[in-house]
């Protein structure tokens, strides 16, 4: 099976720069998602790895390390529009290359 | 707009009575996934087709089924409805469901059983 565990919530400040962390146990990984999802809304997607290193997409970045089941995401210049949940999920050739999300972290942005 | 279409928006209904939900994926996608999105759960796969056939289940309890139909849309039933069963039903949709692919969510259906 899949173990995706992420923070439940992260406050943080206008302007500043927030880090949410997410470590993963998978026998097959096929590559890590992260999506944004503001409440009540459909998630939308954000970032792709399936290679370690660094991506960068503007203000948002997503970081993996397939060795050590361990991604980030960073959210630089945060804006009050950035506040939402930001949902890690994991895709697994041995479970039918399905997507499987962690639970979420509720990020709030404070002026 | 990601291109993903559900309807209806809302739907509310009493327990034991059945509903179907309808999810048109985006042009030239051919899979199409149902998820259930809870309070106190975070987003739960149910199902997956691609191009008319099941291809993947997750934790779909025997009262759901769904379909793909030749037109690519799918349609998630559910019967019996229990109070528990109220949730937000999202219906997401990619390319082929391989690697690299990336699933574009429709602005889902909101279940309450009453």
Known sequence: GQNIDQPTEMTATEGAIVQINCTYQTSGFNGLFWYQQHAGEAPTFLSYNVLDGLEEKGRFSSFLSRSKGYSYLLLKELQMKDSASYLCAVRDLDAGNKLTFGGGTRVLVKP | ?114
């Not at chain 2, 809302?10 to 259930?36: E, F, K, M």
Request: a negative charge; one cysteine or more; proline letters at 3%.
């Open chain 2, 1 to 114: 707009d990601s291109g993903v279409t559900q309807t209806p928006k809302h739907l509310i209904t009493a327990t034991g009575q059945r509903v179907t939900l309808r999810c048109s994926p985006r042009s030239g996608d051919l899979s199409v996934y149902w998820y259930q999105q809870s309070l106190d759960q975070g987003l739960q796969f149910l199902i997956q087709y691609y191009n008319g056939e099941e291809r993947a289940k997750g934790n779909i309890l025997e009262r759901f089924s769904a379909q793909q139909f030749p037109d690519l849309h799918s349609e998630l039933n559910l019967s019996s409805l229990e109070l528990g069963d109220s949730a937000l039903y999202f219906c997401a949709s990619s390319k082929s469901g391989g690697q690299g692919d990336i699933q574009y969510f429709g602005a889902g259906t909101r279940l309450s059983v009453l």
